[in-house]
Structures are given as structure tokens and as C-alpha cells.
């Protein structure tokens, strides 16, 4: 079978299951989504795409976003970043906080909310306008030019985000933030209100099945070694406390959202994303999940 | 450049760096070996090899073999292994004693060492002599009919074991130890004595870059799935506290020992076994560890 | 000897004794004492005190004012306040925010920083104008009308107060905090600026040595359960991680504050405030946990 | 009333009380027990004792036993006692094994098990027999000449005691055990075996009522300081998980065992000795605790 045929059974087998997953409370915006949506894109490294379903309607990308504004301060800070954020797995969640203080506030790695904060806190200490200049950047990689920022979420993040203000508080206290919280959340919550649709999502992350070129024009975005990085990083820690399962279900580097989005990519192969607003028990699309191990188990796209 | 020169380039700049590693202490044995010893051997899919330095000294592979008792109980168990040992990073040895607790007796995965522990009980179950025909499968996989533990390496650490005895004891405490503690900690030290040389070990893992089948005859040891699962799990787990950094500077799923070697795999291509005695502070083979780095920052030979 | 003897003989052999301690740096205005301050002043039921050194010098009472604010709190809401914060001693600092999200955001004790929060939140919820009144309180327990709070000291911790912010928000976000966070944190930061000399503070305290009754006129600031109660809670809680040590070494209900100030309490017998201003690794008064315990040890003035 | 009123009149209300407790299950001899056994015994420092109920059936004391262990050891080494084990409460037992791993194998106090089993490590080491000495003095200590050890308890917890094993031997690799754990632990089963009635556990416990003095003949025990110190630590540590709620709820220095006896000491006043074998969640006896609460509280038969 070739990629469209297996997407478009795994796809219509997948839609049957019951879906056992539940809508993101935390936020309160995320929950007037319709929980029905379920949408499937794959590009390959031409730009051909196939999609299915719900493909082209726009959802929150929600933590996404993160390996975006990674990929932004690696390319301005190089390898010095690791001094500010680890490249191991978190573990659980149950050690988050105790991990930060025994580790002196260096965060695990940048997928984590504490280690994504440290990144926004780099961005806003190199960049003159942080959240424009992110946004300029994402514009150019994913050739959106009027992609924004949705306030609707941001705002309703900022109202309830008390976690993520104490996460950034705690790591201020430890010494890893140079600048005022208030001023790194208010940019983190916006980075992490971008919207996209299946399609633009996975054209998006084309660069990391690339080696860090854009496909459209083979202009740099990162340097190869970067991209192949961020890619093991996406591997071992790109789905919180199910990171393991993932790469052994799934077998791809690959990056979930609260909303209900996974982006995943083959390196020199394609790119793939998924979305299907309701969430298992650990903050994954529970159809997202399922389809892309269907996906890989039936096929020889993964990387192992 | 062909693999051969990279591997000889990468190995004589790696041979001439300070070796800032040291010995491994807690087992008196291992002690005893040359620490300057420094071997590297890579075996293809047609069984072709090439082998630089010490490679065909044999050495303590410790844990290791924990790949191999788990390809063993995960082809008696199939999937069912996964109710007794879990498939997720360990994030870092402050929390594993905690997290066994948290988690019912449940090991995040099957190479930290209270994984492997469980894996032991479950061959004991299963088999009706564990030591025997563990030893048997791993003489078939190897393709080394004489085989054989080291008694002198199980017996220092038997004696001196203390910390295996402690979380044998709390696992079967929280109930997910079967048999008697002693029997099942008997056949763990058991195998991780066993012994053998860089070009060996190269060979004996090809099963995981081959699919599962044995690239001598093409017999089944494990299923495709199976075998990417493993490397998954390599991938995420097989470097204890060093796993992120593994993945993230080497980029191939692999495991090591506290004697010093490490072995790596990547799918559909080769393997490489590398060892070197002296260990950087989380215990992997300090050489070892920069060999593979230059090694895969330098060749395309990655899986990202 | 009589207690004035043994006061004088103890204070000038402590005050002889090298000061290993340190002065308290997170709150930079704390940092502009004089080093060399020490004084004591105990206080017996009728109110007649005897005063040595320094002791009529005022300093930040910091934590010690968290039993005056948990004594307010107590005496609102009786046994309830129970179920917002704990009577148990926190074992290490390396566990305060683990143990948060295990026990669901309910602090330990109240004399943690965290409890202590949840006890200003009580108040907050519970009374027009936490901050006034609750100084009214205060005034009226240490007969000081015209005591107030430090606007120098309490801007310098709201300024610097990044960790106590972490706390307040993280436990928001697991649902034991009623009001916004800001205003919790403001009236935290306003109760913990008090200022009083040895003098005033061992007064202060006499109502925990005398049942709950002021010893001036015997009217109730609490009941005499809850005074008994208040003190156990002193003696398992009020020193931070070496409230074991002092309990040991010392053998009376006591609360110590990053100011430098220890005030300790004899049940039907006496108070005894002590104050010098470098502190030791536990963040208790170095040259006040020494004189407390040579006064107990030379004396029969302990519970044990 | 007279404490004779007292303790009739609290004995037949907590009779009546339903027990919502539940029998010790880890070691099976114990739940061979007479569930509705009570019994209760106090002595004062004449001798003169008051018992009711069932006080004068044996009952296995458990780690009551552990005062008496310290004790021994306390004697024999004086304060070099506490570089091998530290006087602070332990927090939770969620964090148990986490803290001997972050303070290096020093348990946090004599009276949770890892403590209690460094304590039975120094006592091998210091003795030429520690089961036949140990013996020997509590037969001293109790004026009980035929004291023996339970075989059949003893024996019980031997072929059970997983989690003790798990212990001994993670502090023995921690370094803060001297002999084999074989041979300590044995000793630790025997020491916990031991059986007494309320009227025997409350008389032995008179010594730490009087100074550390036997009050038959007036004989050191040990010192004054010593015996004040054990009660603080009782006092702050006694209870497992629950020693906060004791020291609040009770307010005297006290030790509880899993076989629901539970010994309490008003230093200068008097003991008692409660036994009901069904356990509260924390591992106190259900009856044990509420007896006590209510004989302090409507008494003046506290510290504080």
C-alpha cells in the first residue's frame, strides 16, 4: 500500500473507536472546541501533501509551539543553551518541582513548562520585541505570513496559569531567569496561543525532516547537526510523562499540544500531523495517539 | 570517507584525548582490568566487519545483557511484559526508589536495574532453569557455542551486592517479585557476567538492526515489531542517567556497562560495540561515550 | 542559682564564643543590622522579666509572627483550620513542594512558609481588613498600641519574594488558596515585617505559657486547648528543618525568624525571647540556639 | 477527680466507641490476636500503679522495643550515637528511602526502622552477644527476670520482613551499617519480638519518668540529659507518619507498635500503657490514640 492508502484506512478505522479521551479543562477557552474534529495531514520533503478529514480547520498548537521558539534560541545561542536547560527526560510529574531544586533550576529539557519558560526568558533577553520577533520567525518557517496570535486563549491561559506562575517564580528564586516573570509568562502564553490547521502544521516542521532547510527554498533555518538534536529531544521528551510510550508505540520524534494536536517527523522522509481535541490521561490526543501507532506499526515510517 | 576510515580517524583523535573517566569500584572485580584498553568494532547486515584496538579482548558486558534477558522474556511474555515493567526514562537515580514506590513496584523500564531485576523473576518462572537456558538463547543469538558466566565477576558481586539486595527486596515487598529474592538475585548476577569481545558483541546484536531475524541464517530470535520496540526502549533507557544526552549527541539507540563497553545499533545498517574501562561520573565509558559522538557528528550513520 | 544567675552566667559564655553564623541575604533590607546585636529577656507569669545585652534594641520578628497570625486564624475558625494545613512536622526543604502536590496542596504545618500562606489566605477570607486587624490583634496581645508593621522591610521582601510568590501560586493552582494570590502574598509579606525587641516578644508570648489567657488582666485570647495545642505544634514545627535538634538539644515549644529572633515558651513557668542576627545553615540564630540550649541544659526549665 | 476516675471513666467511653481500625496484616502471627482485647495501665514514680481492662495480657511490643534498643546504645556510646543516626522527624514515608539516599544512609531518627536497625548494628557491634545483652538489660530495666523473646513472632517477621531487608541493605550500601545485614537484621526481628503486658510496659518505662533512674532502687539507667532527650525524640518522632498529630492531639512523649500497644511518658509525673491491637491508617492503635486524646484533654496530664 502506499502512504495515502494506509493514512486513509488507518484513518477510517480510527474514527470508529470509541474515543475514552476527555477536553483540557485547565484552560478554559480549549473547552468550546467541537470534540468531534479529527483531522490527519502528511507532507512529504517536495511539499506534496495528503490530507483527510478535519485537516484544514485551525486549532490551538498549544505546546507545539515550544519546539518553534527552541528552534528560534538554538539558532541565536548555539550549544551555550544547554547551560540553561538539561536534555534528559523529566521522568514524571511527580518530581518535577523537586527535580528544579535539586538541579539548581536548570530545567530537564525544554518541553517541560519549567524548561520552555527558561527559552521564552532567553528570547526575551535577545530579542528587542520577543513576542513580534517570534512571530516574524514562525511567518517565515511555516510561509504563514498573517499568522497571530489568538488573545482569546492567551487571555484565558493568563487568568488561570497559576502553575506556570509559580514554575517560573521558583526558577527566578533558583537564578535561571534574567528577566521580570511577569514579562517571560505574558510572552509564553502568547507563543503558546498560535493556531494552525493539520496541513500548515506539518508543512511547518519540514525543516526538522530536512536537516534544518526550508523545503520551499532550501534556505537555512538551523544547521543540520541543530536539526538532527532537536529531534532526538523531540524523541525522548516530546510527550510529558508518556515520552517513552511514544517512541516505543510510535517510534518518531514527534511533539503534542493540550489541544489536541501531535505533529511527528521521519527524518529525510515526511512530516506528519494529527488532531483530535479529547485527551488521555496524560495530556495526549487519545486519537492522535492511536492513529499514528497504527500508522507506523502498518508501515515502515518510523526510525527504527 | 567509507566507514572504515571515519572509524579509524574517530578512534586514533579519541585515543590521543585525556581520559578523564575512572574505574568502576563497587564491584572488586571489574578492578582488576587494564583501564588503558580501547576497542571498537562495527558489523554490517551482511555480517561484514571491521574491528580497530583492543576488539577482540574480552570484557565484562554487565548490563548489557539486560538486551538480551529482556529479547528473551519479551518473546516468552509478547506484550503481556509490559504489565510488570513499564517502558518510560527514569529521569534521574534521586527518584527511583520513590518512583518504585509511587508506582506499585512497577520499574520505569527494563535496563535500570530494578527493570532488569523483574525481567530475571519472570525468566525464573518461566523457564525451568533460568541460568541454563538463558544462557543457551544468548550462545544461539552470538553464535558462540562456548559461552560461558564468569564466576569470578558474579561472585564479587554477590558479595558485595548490597544495593540489588535492597531493591529486589522492596520490589518483592510491593509485591511484583514472584520467587524468592535470593534465587532471582542468583541469576541476575549471573547474567550480567557474562563476557566478550568489541567484535562479539557487534555481531551478537545484529538481530536488532536486522529486524528481529538472525542475519547468519535468517531465523526469527524476535518479531519486527519487537525489535523496533527494543531499540525504542534503547533508545530512551539504555544510558542511565545519560540517556537524553546519549540520544541527543549520538543519536542511535544503544546500551551500556559499567565494564566499560557500549554497544549501538542502527536499524537496517550496522552495529558498533566500543569499549573502553574508565567510566564518566553516570557510568558509561568515558571514550566510549566521545568515540560514538565524532563517530555518528561526522558520518550520516544517525537515525535522526 | 536563680534564674537572673544562670541568664547572665549563660549569655556572657555564649556571647564569648566565635559567630559561625550568617547574616540572612534573601531579604537584602535585613542585611543592614548590626551583627553584633544579642540580647535576651525572659518574662514569668506575673509579668516580671529580667533583660540582658541587647535586649531592648528592635529587630524583625520575620516567622515568629506566623504563631500570632496562626493564634488569629485558630481562634476564628477552631478545629476547621484543620483542614487547610496540617499538623506535621515537613521532614527536609528537599520535600516541601514534593509533599505540596502529594498532599494536594495542604501545607504540613502552618509554621512552613507554605502553611503559613494558607493561613494568611484564612485570614484574608475571613476578616474586613486582614492587615489592620490583624495588627489590632497584635497590639492588643503585646499591650504595644503603637506597634506597626515595617514598610522598609516588607518592600524589600515583596521585591525579592520570588519563592513565596512559587508557593502561593503553585498551591492557587491545587485549590487551597480562596483569594487572588497578590493579595495573599501583600498581607504575608505586611505580617512578616513586625518589629519588637526581646523585651516586648517574651511579653508577647506569655499568653502561650498561661493558658491562653493574657497574663496583664486574664482575659481569653485563645482557649486553653489551643494554647496546648499551639505550643506542641511549636515544639514538632517551629525551627525549620532542625526542629527535631531543638526540640532535642532545647525541650521547649519555640518559633525562630530569619531576623535572628527565638522565642520559646515554658508551660505555668515563663517565655524567654532571644535574639542575634547571624544565623546558622538551618537559618536559626546561631548564638540563640546556643544559649538556649546551655540555659536548658544548666537548668529544669524544659517540658522533659 | 483523681487520675483513677479518670481513667475509668475515659476507658468505658472509648470502649464504646466503634472501632474503626484494622488488624496488622505484614506479619502474620500477629493477626492471631483477640481483636477486642483493651486494656490499660498507669504508674507513677512510687510504683503505684492503676490498670483496667485487659492490662495483664501479653502482647508483642513491637518497635515499642526500639526506646529500649536506643537506650542501650545510647549508654554505651553517648553522643557519638547521633553521627549515625539524626534526631529529626521524618516527614512521610513517601520520602523514607528518598532520604537516606540525599543524607548519605544516616536515617532521619532512631525510631523509624532504618534507624532502628542502625541502632541494632551498633549494638552488635558493641556487644559480644546482643540478643543474650539486650535481653539481659531490658530484664534489668523491666524488674522482669523470665523476659524472653517471641520465636514464634520473631520467626513470623523473619519470613516476611521484605522491606526490612530492602533497608538494611541500602543502608549497608550507603555505608552506615558495620556488620553482615544478615546478622542485624536477626537481631532486629528478635528485639521486635519481645512481649509485655500494660502494667509491665508502663512500669519499665518509668525510668524516663525519673530522670533515667529505676525508681525500685534508685540506679542509673541512664543520665538525667539522656532520658530528656529520649522523650523529646519520642515526642517528635514516636508516631510514624502521625507523631505531629500525637504531640498535638496527646501532648506527651510517647511510642506505638503495629501489635497496638502504646506507651506514653509525663516525665516527673507518671507512664501509661494502652493496648488495643486494631490500627489506625497510620499504623497507631485506633483505640490507643483516642484513650489517650481524651485522658490528656480532660486532665492537666500534659507538657504544654
Redesign the interface.
Same mark, same amino acid.
Given at each position: 500500500m502506499n502512504y495515502k492508502d494506509i493514512i486513509e484506512k488507518v484513518y477510517n478505522e480510527t474514527k470508529e473507536i470509541s474515543n475514552e479521551g476527555k477536553i483540557a479543562t485547565y484552560i478554559p477557552e480549549l473547552a468550546n472546541v467541537d470534540p468531534t474534529m479529527f483531522g490527519v495531514h502528511m507532507t512529504n520533503l517536495k511539499g506534496e501533501g495528503f490530507g483527510i478529514g478535519d485537516n484544514l480547520v485551525k486549532f490551538s498548537i498549544q505546546s507545539i509551539a515550544k519546539v518553534l521558539s527552541l528552534t528560534l534560541a538554538y539558532k541565536i545561542m548555539g550549544e551555550k543553551i544547554w547551560k540553561r536547560v &538539561?536534555? *534528559?527526560?523529566? #521522568?514524571?510529574k511527580?518530581?518535577s518541582?523537586?527535580?528544579l *531544586?535539586?538541579f539548581n533550576g536548570i530545567p @530537564? =529539557?525544554p518541553f517541560v513548562n519549567s524548561g520552555a519558560i527558561v527559552i521564552c526568558d532567553i528570547l526575551v533577553s535577545h530579542l528587542g520585541n520577543a513576542k513580534e520577533e517570534f512571530l516574524d520567525f514562525v511567518r517565515d518557517v511555516s510561509n504563514l505570513p498573517n499568522l497571530t496570535y489568538s488573545d482569546k486563549i492567551a487571555d484565558s491561559e493568563k487568568a488561570h496559569g497559576? @502553575?506556570n506562575?509559580?514554575?517560573? =517564580? !521558583?526558577i527566578? %528564586?533558583l537564578g535561571n531567569i534574567e528577566n521580570d516573570?511577569t514579562e517571560v509568562l505574558d510572552f509564553y502564553f502568547d507563543m503558546c496561543s498560535l493556531e494552525m490547521n493539520c496541513q500548515q502544521l506539518s508543512y511547518t516542521f519540514t525543516y526538522l525532516a530536512n536537516g534544518g532547510l526550508k523545503i520551499s527554498d532550501g534556505s537555512k533555518i538551523i544547521t543540520k547537526?541543530q %536539526?538532527? @538534536?532537536i =529531534?532526538?529531544?523531540m524523541?525522548?521528551?516530546g510527550f510529558y &510523562? /508518556?515520552? #517513552? /510510550?511514544f517512541?516505543?508505540?510510535v #517510534?518518531l520524534?514527534g511533539k503534542s499540544g493540550v489541544g489536541g494536536g501531535i505533529v511527528a517527523v521521519c527524518?529525510h522522509s515526511y512530516t506528519i500531523a494529527v488532531w483530535s481535541p479529547l485527551l488521555n490521561p496524560n495530556g495526549n490526543s487519545f486519537k492522535g495517539m492511536k492513529f499514528l501507532e497504527e500508522f507506523t506499526?502498518h508501515s515502515d515510517f518510523?526510525? !527504527?
Open positions: &538539561d536534555v *534528559e527526560p523529566s #521522568g514524571t511527580f518530581d518541582l523537586l527535580l *531544586e535539586i @530537564r =529539557n497559576y @502553575r506562575v509559580a514554575l517560573c =517564580n !521558583f527566578k %528564586s516573570p547537526p %536539526s538532527k @538534536r =529531534n532526538a529531544l524523541l525522548t521528551c &510523562d /508518556e515520552s #517513552g /510510550e517512541a516505543f508505540k #517510534g520524534p527524518p506499526t518510523t526510525i !527504527f
